[in-house]
Nanobody, 117 residues
Framework: QVQLVESGGGLVQAGGSLRLSCAAS????????MGWFRQAPGKQREMVAT???????NYADSVKGRFTISRDNAKNTAYLQMNSLKPEDTAVYYC???????????WGQGTQVTVSS
């Protein structure tokens, strides 16, 4: 069983920064992809950024140049550094861990990010 625990959300003014963390525990295969997704009220959940255990990354166009995803494989932890935050970044942010070998996905409980204008 795999568990994901997110932290770091909160309220920030536009232009500010936040750093989210996602710690994974349990049976973690070394080859995996961790990612951050978000869901705003009334909208579908969308991908924000992903990072493979190899270090390769992928970003949504809306956050390129402002957000940076990273990970510490020894700690099975992923991070999302969010800079120049905008009100439209307001959402619940979810961490996801995928094992490409069997396509199993695990989700965290979500953390609220609110950006005030």
């Amino acid at each position: 069983q795999v568990q994901l625990v997110e932290s770091g959300g909160g309220l920030v003014q536009a232009g500010g920064s936040l750093r989210l963390s996602c710690a994974a525990s349990g049976s973690i295969f070394s080859f995996n992809v961790m990612g951050w997704f978000r869901q705003a009220p009334g909208k579908q959940r969308e991908m924000v950024a992903t990072i493979a255990s190899s270090g390769s990354t992928n970003y949504a166009d809306s956050v390129k140049g402002r957000f940076t995803i990273s990970r510490d494989n020894a700690k099975n932890t992923a991070y999302l550094q969010m800079n120049s935050l905008k009100p439209e970044d307001t959402a619940v942010y979810y961490c996801k861990l995928r094992f490409p070998g069997n396509m199993r996905d695990y989700w965290g409980q979500g953390t609220q990010v609110t950006v005030s204008s």
